[in-house]
């Protein structure tokens, strides 16, 4: 589908390629070759990572028809209205020079105006640049975005800055961490990539005993298997690393893993999870993850560490992720903004009714638990 883009330089055109399109594959390759790497929730194969979506790629094209700028959405079933889709783009702002932003902001509110089926588009701006989320945020004001009070994934995190040496980047971590990392040699674990298939129900047993322990309701968003497939796809933009027990064989050898994303210009630790094994209380499973994943980003180009996220509590405060937050606080105490979500439904009516019903099925599910 080729959209129009009048505001745009005359002769720029929008492109909306779906999964499986070569032109997509194409402009991929092309904005890689000039320097400029999807984040991993833009490039091909992520439905394969995210249960129930059909992806996107909306491409800004020069008149001489080369791929300047391009981003990758999400679309999923609307469930408060049926028939309806939901747009989502995550890690928006990294991945476009800045020089499109403008453009790629008008391309994103003209593709969800012309599908009349779409109900309501959601945007991550991510970056932890202030100047670059106001000037994003402008822009998406002045194409009627609204700013959401809250964020999906989380709007401050822990960051390491990777400028630094691997050596002068170790030696600033906790001696509580560098302990870990070094007794990796003494034990019978290793550290490795997922790459085996298999390991998928593993992965989401692993996620559920962790979200258990700090007492929140583990949900099957991601398909395990296929974030296998996808980071051997694309290593460049995902790793998929575990600490596996040397002594022991099957699934259950897994002890707990970690997930990375590669945002454009940094990466992110999205996502893991940790057995509590009896007969080795003394290993450290997610420190050496973590390393593995920084190393990555470093040697991949990042400028900077997500560590997944920041709260302000600690083990001992009350709050259920505050002993996560002391965990991460040994890698790196520096906190960051770095997210916010924009919202913008472009056809006021369906919008309208969605709320309705979405009120109502609170309110029954509110009357069914009295």
Same mark, same amino acid.
């Given at each position: 589908?080729?959209?129009?883009?009048?505001?745009?330089?005359?002769?720029? #055109? $929008? @492109?909306?390629?779906? =999964? &499986?399109? +070569?032109?997509?594959?194409?402009?991929?390759?092309?904005? %890689?070759?000039?320097? *400029?790497?999807?984040?991993?929730?833009?490039?091909?194969?992520?439905?394969?990572?995210?249960?129930?979506?059909?992806?996107?790629?909306?491409?800004?094209?020069?008149?001489?028809?080369?791929?300047?700028?391009?981003?990758?959405?999400?679309?999923?079933?609307?469930?408060?209205?049926?028939?309806?889709?939901?747009? #989502? $783009? @995550?890690?928006?702002? =990294? &991945?476009? +020079?800045?020089?499109?932003?403008?453009?790629?902001?008008? %391309?994103?509110?003209? *593709?969800?105006?012309?599908?009349?089926?779409?109900?309501?588009?959601?945007?991550?701006?991510?970056?932890?640049?202030?100047?670059?989320?106001?000037?994003?945020?402008?822009?998406?004001?002045?194409?009627?975005?609204?700013?959401?009070?809250?964020?999906?994934?989380?709007?401050?995190?822990?960051?390491?800055?990777?400028?630094?040496?691997?050596?002068?980047?170790?030696?600033?971590?906790?001696?509580?961490?560098?302990?870990?990392?070094?007794?990796?040699?003494?034990?019978?674990?290793?550290?490795?990539?997922?790459?085996?298939?298999?390991?998928?129900?593993?992965?989401?047993?692993?996620?559920?005993?962790?979200?258990?322990?700090?007492?929140?309701?583990?949900?099957?968003?991601?398909?395990?298997?296929?974030?296998?497939?996808?980071?051997?796809?694309?290593?460049?933009?995902?790793?998929l690393v575990g600490l596996f027990r040397s002594d022991r064989e099957g699934p259950d050898?897994?002890?707990?893993?970690?997930?990375?994303?590669?945002?454009?210009?940094?990466?992110?630790?999205?996502?893991?999870?940790?057995?509590?094994?009896?007969?080795?209380?003394?290993?450290?499973?997610?420190?050496?993850?973590?390393?593995?994943?920084?190393?990555?980003?470093?040697?991949?180009?990042?400028?900077?560490?997500?560590?997944?996220?920041?709260?302000?509590?600690?083990?001992?405060?009350?709050?259920?992720?505050?002993?996560?937050?002391?965990?991460?606080?040994?890698?790196?105490?520096?906190?960051?903004?770095?997210?916010?979500?924009?919202?913008?439904?472009?056809?006021?009516?369906?919008?309208?009714?969605?709320?309705?019903?979405?009120?109502?099925?609170?309110?029954?599910?509110?009357?069914?638990?009295?």
């Amino acid at each position: 589908m080729v959209a129009p883009n009048s505001a745009t330089a005359p002769a720029v #055109r $929008v @492109e909306v390629l779906p =999964e &499986g399109s +070569p032109d997509r594959e194409a402009c991929e390759r092309a904005l %890689a070759i000039e320097g *400029v790497r999807l984040p991993l929730p833009h490039r091909i194969g992520w439905p394969q990572a995210r249960r129930g979506v059909a992806s996107l790629l909306v491409a800004l094209r020069e008149p001489d028809g080369r791929c300047a700028a391009a981003f990758g959405m999400y679309s999923a079933a609307s469930r408060a209205l049926p028939g309806f889709r939901l747009l #989502r $783009v @995550e890690r928006f702002g =990294e &991945g476009v +020079p800045r020089a499109h932003w403008a453009a790629a902001v008008r %391309a994103l509110a003209e *593709v969800a105006r012309q599908e009349p089926r779409v109900l309501r588009v959601s945007v991550e701006v991510f970056s932890r640049d202030d100047n670059a989320r106001a000037t994003l945020g402008e822009l998406l004001a002045q194409n009627d975005f609204v700013r959401a009070p809250t964020t999906r994934n989380w709007g401050r995190t822990f960051a390491l800055d990777l400028q630094p040496s691997e050596d002068e980047l170790f030696g600033s971590f906790s001696p509580t961490v560098r302990r870990a990392i070094r007794s990796v040699a003494k034990l019978p674990v290793q550290v490795r990539s997922l790459d085996d298939r298999r390991l998928g129900r593993r992965l989401d047993a692993l996620s559920s005993e962790t979200f258990a322990r700090t007492g929140a309701r583990y949900q099957e968003v991601w398909d395990w298997e296929g974030v296998i497939e996808l980071s051997r796809r694309v290593p460049d933009a995902s790793r998929l690393v575990g600490l596996f027990r040397s002594d022991r064989e099957g699934p259950d050898a897994l002890l707990g893993f970690a997930w990375g994303w590669w945002n454009g210009q940094s990466v992110s630790y999205f996502a893991g999870a940790s057995s509590r094994p009896s007969d080795l209380p003394g290993v450290g499973i997610v420190h050496p993850l973590f390393w593995d994943l920084i190393l990555w980003a470093k040697r991949a180009g990042a400028t900077w560490f997500d560590l997944g996220g920041a709260t302000d509590g600690t083990a001992s405060s009350g709050d259920p992720l505050g002993g996560i937050s002391e965990f991460k606080r040994r890698f790196s105490k520096e906190t960051v903004d770095v997210a916010e979500d924009w919202n913008f439904e472009p056809h006021a009516f369906p919008a309208r009714v969605a709320a309705l019903v979405s009120t109502g099925a609170a309110w029954l599910r509110q009357v069914a638990r009295r």
